[in-house]
T-cell receptor
Framework: NAGVTQTPKFQVLKTGQSMTLQCAQDMNHEYMSWYRQDPGMGLRLIHYSVGAGITDQGEVPNGYNVSRSTTEDFPLRLLSAAPSQTSVYFC?????????FGPGTRLTVT | AQRVTQPEKLLSVFKGAPVELKCNYSYSGSPELFWYVQYSRQRLQLLLRHISRESIKGFTADLNKGETSFHLKKPFAQEEDSAMYYCALSAKSADSNYQLIWGAGTKLIIKP
């Protein structure tokens, strides 16, 4: 099993650009989520999904969209990047309360 | 309100000294608590969960419902324990799904 995979590992965007962070898992987990990790603020939930076709907002959803067309994939879209979205983004899947994290995407918005 | 508090952003101890990373929670239901660890340049991973009552890498954590705490302890710190540690609470959200509520994390530095 590859577990949870994320691409890209690093990305630099200009303000106003859009992009999609990819996330996939091969463990057949229903629950998937996206977090951002910022110094001193821990992990903040952006969006989550409890199964294919179902998504919901987390703590900090503004500026981000998600979709869940399959169990495996849960992409995160930045609609119009802003410097405040500079962060490390983690995708995770969950089973029985335990979360399995991807390696992260380090995003810089200039 | 559901909340996890890790009061120390940074904890620095000498190798061989005891370590205690504090975690307090606020939750009206029956809590399920976790400790996750993130070593430098690695992904977050589960360290231990209270229901398993395991000792992982010499770390233990006991759920104290009276004090609403789940402190992480190790009697003798090793340099490889240097990492970021997060306490998390599994809580039922408004839509009846379970989510993890995260503390802000404690950076543990073990000095040689």
């Amino acid at each position: 099993n590859a577990g949870v995979t994320q691409t890209p590992k690093f990305q630099v965007l200009k303000t106003g650009q859009s992009m999609t962070l990819q996330c996939a898992q091969d463990m057949n987990h229903e629950y998937m989520s996206w977090y951002r990790q910022d110094p001193g603020m821990g992990l903040r939930l952006i969006h989550y999904s409890v199964g294919a076709g179902i998504t919901d907002q987390g703590e900090v959803p503004n500026g981000y969209n998600v979709s869940r067309s399959t169990t495996e994939d849960f992409p995160l879209r930045l609609l119009s990047a802003a410097p405040s979205q500079t962060s490390v983004y983690f995708c995770a899947s969950m089973r029985s309360g335990e979360q399995y994290f991807g390696p992260g995407t380090r995003l810089t918005v200039t | 309100a559901q909340r996890v508090t890790q009061p120390e952003k940074l904890l620095s101890v000498f190798k061989g000294a005891p370590v205690e990373l504090k975690c307090n929670y606020s939750y009206s239901g029956s809590p399920e608590l976790f400790w996750y660890v993130q070593y430098s340049r690695q992904r977050l991973q589960l360290l231990l969960r209270h229901i398993s009552r395991e000792s992982i890498k010499g770390f233990t954590a006991d759920l104290n419902k009276g004090e609403t705490s789940f402190h992480l302890k190790k009697p003798f710190a090793q340099e490889e324990d240097s990492a970021m540690y997060y306490c998390a609470l599994s809580a039922k959200s408004a839509d009846s799904n379970y989510q993890l509520i995260w503390g802000a994390g404690t950076k543990l530095i073990i000095k040689p």
